[in-house]
Structure formats: structure tokens, C-alpha cells
């Protein structure tokens, strides 16, 4: 079963109006399973149920410095779908780039 095709009509700057068909891609906003994709690379053990020291400790113990751990939680509140993860990495992403700041002064 293949995807459906959808005709989009545009127009030029001529005003010529040209039709087309396109792939349909699903839902706006929306990207298919298949399609979805985060690989971290590394295991930190992180999970949105643990108190933020605990977290915060599991993420710094599995990456090199302060930097490298708040770029990996960064890259998984981007990803995420579910809310309370997404806010709680980036408060530790956060967290943690503040901390590399800090230690370069």
C-alpha cells in the first residue's frame, strides 16, 4: 500500500497557475514513526521521574564536563514530545551551562 498523492497548485510570477502531485507526508507538525529518530550515543540512566541533584549527577558521571552533559540534554528536550521531559532536560541543560560558564571565569 503506497502513499496517497496530493495536487498542489502554485503560482508563478508570470501568474501562470501550475498543478503538480506530491507525496503525502501526514498530519502537519506531525513526523511519522518510521521517520522519527534520537540516538544519544551515551547511557546516563536520565529519567524525568528522579529529583534533579540525582539526574544531574547520573548525566555529569556519564559525559566529560559540564558542557558536553548540557549539550546532550539539550538535543533531548529538543526531540522530545512529551512535556515534562522536554522542561526538565532543559532545565538541566541549562543547569549546566550555566555551571560551564561559571568555571571558565
Do not use: C
Not at 538535543?75 to 532543559?90: P, Q
Amino acid at each position: 500500500m503506497g502513499r496517497k498523492k496530493l495536487t498542489v497548485t502554485r503560482t508563478l510570477e508570470s501568474g501562470k497557475r501550475i498543478r503538480f502531485k506530491v507525496p503525502d507526508k501526514g498530519a502537519v507538525g506531525l513526523t511519522p514513526k518510521k521517520d522519527r529518530w534520537y540516538e544519544p550515543g551515551i547511557e546516563t540512566g536520565w529519567s524525568k521521574n528522579q529529583t534533579a541533584n540525582y539526574r544531574r549527577r547520573l548525566v555529569l558521571k556519564a559525559h566529560k564536563n559540564y558542557l558536553a552533559a548540557g549539550r546532550s540534554l539539550q538535543a533531548l528536550a529538543n526531540v522530545t514530545t512529551d512535556k515534562t521531559t522536554k522542561i526538565l532536560a532543559g532545565r538541566d541543560a541549562r543547569y549546566f551551562f550555566r555551571k560551564h560558564k561559571n568555571n571558565q571565569m
